[in-house]
């Protein structure tokens, strides 16, 4: 997975200033926009079902500018955030919830013990690639460990190459990204070995959970 879009002008910028607009931009001018503004407020009424459903130590992988894991913090839990952009981890950390600058398929502590794992913000579509990316998470998961899947809200099933984009012409460099729908994510869990849990939306979004048995 290349890292270097995520470390660009443009998503480094918006996280420093808390605000887009900043969308995934594919070369045939396609744009999906990034809540920029939400993923660095405080959680809201659809982020508490999630947090609400948290069990034991939780990975949150993608992390961002930190707000799942800083909630979690803040109760006492055992929290954990990665993301790839260097801002993010420092935003994450003056908030004050721990978190490392490192890809979910690089070495990571607690390998095969984390209790919860996060994919919020349609991070299932990190690497492009939705089975791998499972495949990778349960290795890092705890036996009867849970992850908890923010999907597409449509029934999508699709990898695109994408740039990180400020709408004003700053471009990161290109790198696949996935788009996965509900029934999308079942099917690749049925194959990589998860069980599905539950679904449920809240405030116009829609999360799944799956459980390694």
């Known amino acids: 997975m290349s890292v270097a879009a995520w470390r660009a002008d443009p998503y480094r910028d918006a996280l420093l200033t808390g605000q887009g607009p900043l969308f995934l931009r594919r070369d045939d001018g396609w744009l999906l926009p990034l809540e920029v503004e939400r993923w660095c407020a405080v959680p809201d009424s659809a982020d508490a079902t999630v947090l609400a459903r948290c069990r034991g130590t939780v990975l949150d992988v993608g992390c961002g500018p930190g707000r799942l894991v800083a909630a979690l913090a803040s109760r006492g839990r055992v929290a954990l955030g990665l993301d790839v952009s260097h801002e993010a981890v420092a935003h994450t950390e003056r908030r004050g919830g721990a978190a490392l600058c490192r890809s979910v398929f690089d070495p990571l502590p607690g390998g095969g013990r984390w209790e919860t794992v996060l994919l919020m913000d349609g991070n299932i579509g990190i690497g492009g690639d939705p089975a791998a990316l499972l495949t990778r998470i349960a290795e890092l998961t705890a036996p009867r460990g849970a992850l908890i899947v923010e999907v597409a809200e449509l029934d999508l ?53 799956l459980s390694r048995g």
């Open 157 to 209: 099933d699709e990898c695109v190459e994408v740039r990180v984009d400020d709408g004003r012409g700053a471009t990161g460099a290109a790198f696949p990204w996935a788009r996965t729908g509900a029934g999308a994510l079942l099917r690749y869990a049925g194959a990589t070995g998860w069980l599905a849990d539950e679904t449920w939306r809240a405030e116009d979004r829609e999360f799944v959970r």
